[in-house]
Nanobody, 122 residues
Framework: HVQLVESGGDSVQAGGSLRLSCAASGYPLVKNCMGWFRQAPGKEREGVATINGDGSIMYADSVKGRFTISKDGAKNTMYLQMNNLKPEDTAMYYC??????????????????WGQGTQVTV
């Protein structure tokens, strides 16, 4: 049974920082495709960052240079360090996992498991 649990969401002022965490159980995230998505009210869920089993990383243009995705195999946990936060970053942030066999990109189709989300308000 795969379970993804996000944490770290909060309300911060513009220019501030947050670190989101995604703890995975039943799923070796180091070997697989992992990603962060977000969804603002009234908008589609969009990909923010992905990290594949080989360590390759992708970022949405809107967060490049501000957000950093990483994972810790020993803790089976993925992170999203978010710096210089902007009001437009306000959204529910979701952790996602996929096999990576068909790719690992910023689209929902590559992911089969999702967390419940953590709210970020800027």
């Amino acid at each position: 049974h795969v379970q993804l649990v996000e944490s770290g969401g909060d309300s911060v002022q513009a220019g501030g920082s947050l670190r989101l965490s995604c703890a995975a159980s039943g799923y070796p995230l180091v070997k697989n495709c992992m990603g962060w998505f977000r969804q603002a009210p009234g908008k589609e869920r969009e990909g923010v960052a992905t990290i594949n089993g080989d360590g390759s990383i992708m970022y949405a243009d809107s967060v490049k240079g501000r957000f950093t995705i990483s994972k810790d195999g020993a803790k089976n946990t993925m992170y999203l360090q978010m710096n210089n936060l902007k009001p437009e970053d306000t959204a529910m942030y979701y952790c996602a996992a996929g096999s990576g066999y068909v790719g690992c990109e910023l689209e929902r189709e590559y992911f089969t498991h999702w967390g419940q989300g953590t709210q970020v308000t800027v």
